[in-house]
C-alpha cells in the first residue's frame, strides 16, 4: 500500500517514519516505468564539502528526463555524480542513471540522457566545479498524476521522498528544472487544469524542499504536434523570483528527435544547451 503524506504533511522534512522514505512502484500502473536499480559497475561517492562551487539539480518530469536517449553519452568530466533516490546514496554518475526508467526499451537497455551532458557543459563553462544530478522523472505521465497523493503511482509522493533524501545526504538544492507536457498534448488538457497540477507539485517542492528555485521547461511536443494551453500553463506559473522559464524544448523540431517526439544525441545536446542558459539566468535573477 503506498504512504499517503498529504498536503504539507512531511513539509519540513521531519517526517521520522521509514515508510516516509517509500516510492510506489509506477511500473504497476505506467507499462515500462520500471527504474533503473542495478548497481553493477557503479561507483559509490562520499558526498564531501559541499560549496557555491557545486550545483545539486533536481530533474522531474516525464520521458524525455528518463534514460531515453540511444546511447550513452560519456562525459568528459569526471566530477558529476548522482543521487538514487531508491537509496539515497551518492554514485558517479553514469548513463543510465539511477532512479529512472529507460524510455522505449527494457530496464537493462544502454541509453542516455540530456542531464549528462547539461552537467558537462556547466563545468565546462566554468559555472560549476561538480554538479550532483538527482533525477526523479517518470515516462509517460500527465501532470495530473505529479499533482496526485491519492491515486496510484502516487507521485506527488516523491517529492518528499526526495526532499527527504537530500536533507540525509547533506546536500542543499541549487535548482528544480521541470520538463513535462507530451502526455497532456495526447490528452487534451485544459490550460486551467494543467496551471493548477503545476501549481499544486510547485506548492509541495516549496515545502519539502524550501528556497529551492524551479525551472519550467516549455514543453509540450507530441509527434510534431504542440498544446498551446500546455505551454500557455506553464508561463502562466513563472514569477521570476521562486519560479522561473527553463529550457524551450519545442525549439528542438523533427531533427533533434528520433520518433518526432524522443531526442536524438542532437537533441539532447541541443537541449543541453538551452537548459544551461536558462538554469544561469534563473540563478543570476
Not at 519545442?250 to 528520433?258: A, L, V
Not at 544525441?265 to 534563473?282: C, F, H, K, S, Y
Amino acid at each position: 500500500m503506498a504512504m499517503i503524506f498529504g498536503g504539507a504533511g512531511l513539509a519540513l522534512n521531519n517526517f521520522a517514519s521509514p515508510a516516509a522514505f517509500y516510492i510506489s512502484p509506477a511500473q504497476d500502473v505506467i507499462t515500462g516505468a520500471e527504474p533503473v536499480l542495478d548497481l553493477t559497475g557503479r561507483i559509490e561517492v562520499a558526498g564531501g564539502v559541499i560549496g557555491p562551487r557545486t550545483a545539486v539539480i533536481v530533474v522531474i518530469g516525464q520521458s524525455l528526463s528518463v534514460n531515453e536517449v540511444r546511447t550513452p553519452y560519456v562525459p568528459t568530466n569526471t566530477n558529476i555524480d548522482q543521487l538514487n533516490i531508491f537509496d539515497g546514496k551518492l554514485y558517479r554518475a553514469k548513463d543510465p542513471l539511477l532512479g529512472i526508467n529507460v524510455s522505449g526499451g527494457a530496464v537493462t537497455d544502454l541509453r542516455g540522457t540530456w542531464m549528462l551532458r547539461m552537467a558537462d557543459k556547466l563545468i565546462a563553462d566554468g559555472h560549476f566545479d561538480r554538479v550532483i544530478l538527482v533525477p526523479m522523472a517518470v515516462g509517460n505521465t500527465r501532470a495530473d498524476q505529479w499533482a496526485s497523493e491519492t491515486t496510484a503511482p502516487f507521485l506527488f509522493n516523491k517529492i518528499n521522498v526526495v526532499g527527504l533524501r537530500l536533507r540525509d545526504a547533506g546536500l542543499p538544492c541549487t535548482a528544480i528544472m521541470w520538463g513535462q507536457g507530451e502526455s497532456d498534448t495526447s490528452a487534451g488538457t485544459s490550460q486551467a487544469s494543467y496551471t493548477a497540477s503545476l501549481n499544486k507539485i510547485i506548492a509541495e517542492f516549496n515545502h519539502a524542499i524550501p528556497g529551492c528555485p524551479i525551472l519550467v521547461a516549455a514543453e509540450s511536443y507530441y509527434y510534431g504536434a504542440t498544446s498551446a494551453a500546455v505551454v500557455a500553463a506553464q508561463a502562466a506559473v513563472v514569477n521570476g523570483t521562486t519560479v522561473f522559464a527553463g529550457e524551450n524544448v519545442d525549439s528542438i523540431g523533427s531533427g533533434g528527435r528520433y520518433d518526432n517526439t524522443h531526442l536524438n544525441e542532437t537533441g539532447a545536446d541541443q537541449r543541453a544547451t538551452l537548459a544551461v542558459a536558462a538554469l544561469m539566468a534563473a540563478l543570476a535573477s
